[in-house]
Antibody, heavy 121, light 106 residues
Framework: EVQLVASGGGLLQRGGSLRLSCAAS????????MNWVRQAPGKGLEWVSYISSSGNLTYHADSVKGRFTISRDNAKNSLSLQMNSLRDEDTAVYYCARKSYGSGNYYFDLWGQGTLVTVSS | IQMTQSPSSLSASVGDRVTITCRASQGINNYLAWYQQKPGTVPNLLIY???TLQSGVPSRFSGSGSGTDFTLTISSLQPEDVATYYC?????????FGGGTKVEIK
């Protein structure tokens, strides 16, 4: 079955760090660029980070730039998001999402189930 | 580029034609996707390139528009269409979503 499974969420204090993981199965991760998208409780979707299929190109939203780092290990079919200096406004469900194959197709055709990150003071 | 959806919510009867609008603050050609998120589930891609239906999506869904103004239409609303719908522009970084439109059954 083609799927993404996100993990690593939890409850932590403001200023803390957390590393999220996303495991891919049923397809070859190295073929696809990947993203993290988050959704605060009761709110809409916010794109967070992008990484190219090879891992040599990354982009981050201004709201997380300098604090979050996206990375991947194609040999292990996995994606990660290192989150540092966490703020209350980072509280959200974090989804890993696959960019559709093909140049320019920067939309998301496969989503993981999400992992909840709660930042509390 | 800001993406603005309207309305933020709507209530319609089964069988009604439903239209949701998404407006970009600058032209984005046809680099627009639509997603459906049913309660308690992950988003699901419905339409890309403004009007191309993703495989497996019912034909009652359609998209149109180019430049700054886009629409998602459900030709005959079904109970299983209760969801929040999001547009997303993808003509460059940052990728961004509209605020969502919640669709309910009257």
């Amino acid at each position: 079955e083609v799927q993404l499974v996100a993990s690593g969420g939890g409850l932590l204090q403001r200023g803390g760090s957390l590393r999220l993981s996303c495991a891919a199965s049923g397809f070859t991760l190295s073929t696809y660029a990947m993203n993290w998208v988050r959704q605060a409780p009761g709110k809409g979707l916010e794109w967070v980070s992008y990484i190219s299929s090879s891992g040599n190109l990354t982009y981050h939203a201004d709201s997380v730039k300098g604090r979050f780092t996206i990375s991947r290990d194609n040999a292990k079919n996995s994606l990660s998001l290192q989150m540092n200096s966490l703020r209350d406004e980072d509280t959200a469900v974090y989804y890993c999402a696959r960019k559709s194959y093909g140049s320019g197709n920067y939309y998301f055709d496969l989503w993981g189930q999400g992992t909840l990150v709660t930042v509390s003071s | 580029i800001q993406m603005t959806q309207s309305p933020s919510s709507l209530s319609a009867s089964v069988g009604d034609r439903v239209t949701i609008t998404c407006r970009a603050s600058q032209g984005i050609n046809n680099y627009l996707a639509w997603y459906q998120q049913k309660p308690g589930t992950v988003p699901n891609l419905l339409i890309y390139a403004a009007s191309t239906l993703q495989s497996g999506v019912p034909s009652r869904f359609s998209g149109s528009g180019s430049g700054t103004d886009f629409t998602l239409t459900i030709s005959s609303l079904q109970p299983e269409d209760v969801a929040t719908y999001y547009c997303q522009k993808y003509n460059g970084s940052p990728l961004s979503f509209g605020g969502g439109t919640k669709v309910e059954i009257k």
